[in-house]
RNA sequence: GCCGACUUAGCUCAGCUGGUAGAGCAACUGAUUUGUAAUCAGUAGGUCAUCGGUUCAAUUCCGAUAGUCGGCUCCA
C-alpha cells in the first residue's frame, strides 16, 4: 500500500486507505495465490492490484466484500511498525513478495519505512490508518479491471479492484446515487434516446454518425462558432483530407506521430497520408507568398476533420473516437503581437465556453520539458511568461504542470466542468516551436530582415464529437433553447383544430424557430410526454378555447403548464431566449 | 493492443441443470377525437453476433472471430 502525499489529514481519505487494506487482507484470505502489489486512494475511492493470474470473477466482489465485514467484525487493532530498509526488504522477500521489494527499492535512501498490520495481514504503508478496522462503516466493492504494474504495458499485467469508502453509510449512499446519475446522463444512452448520434460497427468503431438532430445542433454550434470567429479578427480555412508523405516528412509528424497515423494510400505511385492534424496545411497557406510583418497577425480558423489511429480498447462513444473535427487554429504572429494574442485567445475561448453553458473551469500550464524539447531556453521562458501573464491579467487560478509541455512548446489546457462535477479536457492553447522551423516560415521585418514569426495552435471545444458528448451530459439532453434540435411542438387536442395548429406551426417557422406539429389521433397526456422525453423545450396545445380565442396554451417542459398566451406573447418570450444563450440548468 | 465481462425482436430485458424462443415499449392496421407525462384491440417482427466443434439434438457446452462495456495507456 502506498499513500498519495498530502492525505494524511482527511478522515475520508484515511478510511479508505484502510478499507484498501482490509480489502488486500480478505483477497489474500479467499484467493491465497493472489499477491498483492499496490493500491492508492483515488478520488472517489481506491483500488488495489493483485498478481493473481486466473484472475477475479464479478462474483468474487460479493465474497471478498462478505469477508471483508468478517475481518471489521473483529475489530482488529491497526498496529503501525516502523522498521529499518533492510529488514523490510528481508521480510518481504521471505513472502516471496517481489513487488514490495521493488516499491522499497525505489523510495528514496533516507525514507522512513513502515509496516502496519492488522489481524494476520502486514502490509508496507505510509499510514495513517484507522484505529480499528470497525471504524471502516461504509464501503462497497464496484468493479474489476486489469492493470499493468506500474501502469507500463511491458510489465506484468495485475487484476485491479476498485472499491470506495465514506466515512458514513449516508455518504457512500449519495456516492451511489450519483454514479447512477452519471448513467442516466451517458451520452451514448441519451444520444440514442433523442436520435442524434450512433456509430455503426459496419462502418467502424470511432467514427461517428450525425444523426438529423445531432447534425442540427452540430450546424447551430458551428454557424455560432464562425460567426463569433469573423467578430474576432479571424479568417477560416479549408484543407484537404490527404496530403503527400512529404508533406508529413517536413512536418515531422511520420518521425513523432506515425503511430497515430493511419497506413498511406497510393496516387499515381505517391504516398499519400490521411490528415491526423491541420498546421501543415495552414502552413502551406502561408507559404504561398512573402509576408510582412505589417500584415501579421493571422489568425485562421478551420473546422478540420482529422483521423487518429486510436487502439481498439480506449474508443468510447464520441469521447474518444478515430474521426473527429477540431475546431482548430493558428495564429501566426511577432514577437511584439505574442502576449497581445495570447491574452485574447484566452479571453476568446472562456467567452467561447461560457456561451456554451460552461463557467468552471481548471486550468493547467504546462512548461518545459526537462530533456526533449526544441527551440532556445529563451524562447520557452518568454513564451511560458507570455501565458503566465496572460492567466493572471484575467485573474485565472491555474496549476502549473511543470515539464508537462509538448516537445515543440508550453501549454495552456483548460478543463470544463459539467453539471456533476466532472472535468472534461477541451480547450487548449500551445506554442508551436517546431514546426515555423521546420517549414522554414518567415515574414519581412521592418528591418528589411527575415524573420521566424510565433505560432499559437489553439482548439477552443477541441473536437466537436467529445464537446458534443460533454453537452449531452452536461444538460442531461436537455439543451438549453438556442441549441435544441426542435425548440416548439404544436399539439393538437382533436382533428378539428389541425387548420389552426397548422397557421400557428407555420408562423413560428417563418420566425426561424424549429417547430414542429403533432396533430396525431393521440390524446394530449401521450403527446405531451412523447414531447417531454424527446426534451422538446416549448410545447403548445392546442383545442377548443385556443382556436375559438385564437391564442395558444404553453407549456415548458421545466416550468409546466405557462397558461394562456398570445402568439405575439410568445413570439417574445422566445426571442427574448433565443438572445440568452446561457442557459444551463 | 492487453485483462475481465457481455452480445436473444428497433429498444429494455426473461428464457432452471442441452429438446430450435417469450414479455413490455416502439412499429404497422383498425377503432377512439381525446385538455397538460402512456386509450383500446389486432398484426407483424428473431439463422438467439458470426464461424467451427462436441452431441441423436446447441440460444444453452467448448473453441475461434467480430463488436460492445469496465479498466490499463494515451489524448481533442
Avoid at 478540420?304 to 478515430?322: C, D, P
Avoid at 403548445?540 to 421545466?558: A, D, M, P, Y
Amino acid at each position: 500500500m502506498v499513500c498519495r502525499p498530502g492525505f494524511e489529514d482527511n478522515p475520508t481519505e484515511i478510511v479508505r486507505h484502510s478499507a484498501a487494506h482490509i480489502m488486500a487482507s480478505a483477497v489474500v484470505r479467499l484467493f491465497p495465490n493472489a499477491k498483492p502489489t499496490i493500491g492508492p486512494v483515488i478520488e472517489d475511492g481506491f483500488f488495489y492490484d493483485f498478481d493473481y493470474p486466473p484472475g477475479f470473477t464479478e462474483n468474487d466482489l460479493q465474497k471478498i466484500e462478505d469477508e471483508m465485514r468478517k475481518i471489521i467484525k473483529s475489530n482488529a487493532p491497526f498496529e503501525r511498525i516502523p522498521i529499518s530498509r533492510e529488514e523490510a526488504i528481508r521480510f518481504f522477500e521471505e513472502r516471496g513478495d517481489a513487488y514490495k521489494v521493488e516499491i522499497i527499492n525505489d523510495l528514496p535512501a533516507d525514507a522512513a519505512l513502515t509496516l502496519y498490520k492488522h489481524g494476520d495481514f502486514t502490509d508496507l504503508c505510509r499510514g495513517p490508518h484507522v484505529g480499528y478496522t470497525k471504524k471502516v462503516k461504509a464501503f462497497k466493492l464496484l468493479s474489476i479491471a486489469g492493470a499493468y504494474w506500474r501502469g507500463d504495458e511491458t510489465k506484468a499485467q495485475l487484476q485491479r479492484i476498485y472499491g470506495t469508502a465514506f466515512l458514513t453509510r449516508e455518504e457512500l449512499d449519495a456516492h451511489l446515487v450519483k454514479i447512477e446519475e452519471a448513467k442516466k446522463r451517458d451520452h451514448r444512452r441519451i444520444g440514442k434516446d433523442l436520435e442524434l448520434f450512433s456509430i455503426n460497427e459496419n462502418i467502424g468503431g470511432g467514427l461517428v454518425l450525425w444523426h438529423p438532430k445531432g447534425a442540427r445542433i452540430r450546424h447551430i454550434i458551428e454557424s455560432f462558432w464562425k460567426d463569433e470567429h469573423f467578430k474576432a479578427g479571424y479568417d477560416l480555412l479549408y484543407s484537404p483530407h490527404i496530403g503527400r508523405a512529404d508533406l508529413w516528412e517536413t512536418s515531422g509528424h511520420l518521425g513523432f506521430y506515425s503511430e497515430n497515423m493511419y497506413s498511406p494510400m497510393d496516387i499515381d505511385e505517391l504516398k499519400y497520408y490521411i490528415k491526423p492534424m491541420n498546421c501543415p496545411f495552414h502552413i502551406m497557406v502561408y507559404k504561398d507568398k512573402l509576408h510582412s510583418y505589417r500584415d501579421l497577425p493571422y489568425r485562421w480558423a478551420e473546422l478540420g476533420t482529422v483521423y487518429r489511429y486510436e487502439r481498439s480498447g480506449v474508443l468510447h462513444g464520441l469521447m474518444r473516437v478515430r474521426g473527429f473535427t477540431q475546431d482548430d487554429a493558428h495564429i501566426i504572429c511577432t514577437k511584439d503581437q505574442m502576449q497581445d494574442e495570447v491574452l485574447r485567445t484566452i479571453r476568446f475561448c472562456l467567452y467561447i465556453l461560457r456561451a456554451f453553458g460552461f463557467d468552471h473551469y481548471e486550468i493547467y500550464l504546462a512548461t518545459k520539458p526537462k530533456d526533449k524539447y526544441v527551440g532556445d531556453v529563451e524562447l520557452w521562458q518568454r513564451s511560458e511568461e507570455a501565458l503566465r501573464r496572460a492567466l493572471d491579467a484575467e485573474s485565472l487560478s491555474y496549476q502549473v504542470d511543470e515539464g508537462g509541455g509538448a516537445f515543440y512548446g508550453p501549454k495552456i489546457d483548460i478543463k470544463i466542468e459539467d453539471a456533476i462535477g466532472r472535468k472534461w479536457q477541451c480547450s487548449t492553447i500551445q506554442f508551436d516551436f517546431n514546426l515555423p522551423e521546420r517549414f522554414d516560415m518567415t515574414y519581412v521585418g521592418a528591418d528589411g530582415q527575415r524573420h521566424r514569426p510565433y505560432m499559437v495552435h489553439r482548439a477552443l471545444l477541441g473536437s466537436l464529437e467529445r464537446f458534443f458528448g460533454v453537452m449531452i451530459e452536461h444538460y442531461a439532453g436537455h439543451f438549453p433553447f438556442w441549441l435544441s434540435p426542435v425548440q416548439i411542438k404544436v399539439l393538437t387536442i382533436a382533428d378539428d383544430f389541425i387548420d389552426y395548429a397548422g397557421r400557428v406551426t407555420e408562423k413560428l417557422k417563418q420566425k426561424n424557430f424549429r417547430v414542429e406539429c403533432d396533430s396525431r389521433g393521440e390524446k394530449l397526456g401521450y403527446k405531451i410526454r412523447e414531447a417531454q422525453l424527446q426534451k422538446v423545450p416549448y410545447m403548445i396545445v392546442i383545442g377548443e378555447k385556443e382556436n375559438t380565442e385564437g391564442t395558444l396554451s404553453v407549456r415548458h417542459s421545466k416550468k409546466g403548464d405557462l397558461g394562456s398566451l398570445t402568439l405575439d406573447g410568445f413570439l417574445e418570450i422566445l426571442i427574448k431566449e433565443q438572445h440568452s444563450l446561457q442557459d444551463a440548468d
